[in-house]
């Protein structure tokens, strides 16, 4: 492992980092610099393949979203893959009367050429929309306290 190797994947980590927490509906183009045009993309809900799908995916949802900010807690990186923590906040008009909604997350970037070329977040979905919604919280939050007991 060359320390110039090292440099390269700390920078593309640095701008991964940099560009997520300052994201929005104005700067989704900002994306392509992070992003390898065949880029892998998984959550929970989604897999997307191709930089122009991405592109697509993200300006949709953030066409739907209020507002979505992410805080980056922690990050590791080396010569190939990267991992990062952090808590998204969102408001959604359809989710919980649009409060604003905290999710903790992780994602796991493969690197390659100065791109992130595989981006796979782990988050629960569940915290994410589901317990935003009425009846269904209600119901999710039950189970989730049984399943402490």
Not at 24 to 31: A, T, Y
Not at 105 to 119: A, I, M, P, S, W
Request: hydrophobic share 35%; proline share 3%.
């Amino acid at each position: 492992m060359t320390q110039s190797v090292i440099d390269s994947s700390d920078q593309v980590l640095a701008n991964f980092i940099s560009i997520y927490s300052q994201l929005g509906k104005d700067n989704l183009v900002d994306l392509e610099a992070i992003y390898h045009p065949n880029i892998v993309f998984e959550d929970p809900a989604h897999r997307i393949e191709g930089w122009d799908a991405l592109h697509e995916y993200f300006a949709q949802l953030y066409s739907n979203i209020t507002s979505c900010d992410f805080q980056i807690h922690h990050s590791l990186v080396d010569e190939k893959q990267a991992f990062v923590q952090w808590t998204m906040t969102f408001s959604h008009p359809d989710i919980e009367k649009g409060k604003p909604r905290t999710v903790e997350g992780c994602t796991r970037l493969e690197l390659d050429n100065d791109k992130v070329v595989f981006h796979r977040d782990y988050f629960d979905l569940g915290e994410m929309i589901y317990e935003g919604v009425p009846l269904l919280g209600k119901v999710i939050r039950h189970i989730k306290t049984r399943l402490g007991q």
